[in-house]
């Protein structure tokens, strides 16, 4: 037999190793969790329009002072209103200020939405064109930031955040940076 004729064989078996290696790597527990590059450094300088007052802005600056969380959804985003309820419990504790960072949506849309759902946001910020975003790493809907008060990023999270993530997760990194003051 020649050899050429083991070829397709041969390319199956080395392409079914590569899949079957790819499959053995992703089954890590936290394979979702994505480290980000801004940890542990100066949160990236924003001036975003006011939600409810376009004429009114917020910089990070005028957040400095206390730890926040800045939280990113969009009234398109459905795992944000999966999130929302959560969020709400948890803004409601007044543990830490909650900052909402609306971004690539309309105005009339995400207002409506906080309508509907509520909200339990200190201020929201838009960013409809998702140029802020960007310098933050944003990449999806919704994830969060944990800011303290020299405006560090201490914690960041993508996804919804539930319960469990906020007691195991978001509490302890609040109260590790907390504690180091």
Request: net charge neutral; aromatic share 10%; glycine share 8%.
């Amino acid at each position: 037999m020649k050899p050429s004729r083991w070829l397709p064989l041969a390319g199956f078996i080395v392409l079914a190793a590569l899949l079957a290696a790819g499959v053995w790597m992703s089954r890590k527990p936290n394979r979702d969790a994505l480290p980000s590059a801004l940890l542990d450094k100066p949160a990236p300088a924003f001036t975003l329009p006011v939600l409810h007052d376009p004429s009114y802005t917020v910089s990070l600056s005028d957040l400095k002072g206390q730890p926040f969380l800045l939280n990113v959804w969009g009234s398109w985003c459905v795992e944000c209103q999966a999130e929302h309820p959560v969020l709400t419990r948890f803004a409601e504790t007044k543990r830490l200020r909650v900052v909402g960072y609306n971004w690539k949506d309309e105005s009339a849309d995400a207002l409506r939405w906080l309508e509907h759902f509520g909200n339990p946001y200190m201020v929201v910020v838009a960013d409809q064109d998702g140029r802020a975003a960007i310098d933050w790493g944003i990449y999806g809907a919704p994830e969060s930031f944990l800011v303290d008060g020299k405006g560090i990023i201490r914690w960041k999270h993508v996804g919804p955040l539930d319960d469990a993530i906020i007691q195991n997760e978001l509490l302890p990194a609040l109260t590790r940076f907390e504690g180091s003051r």
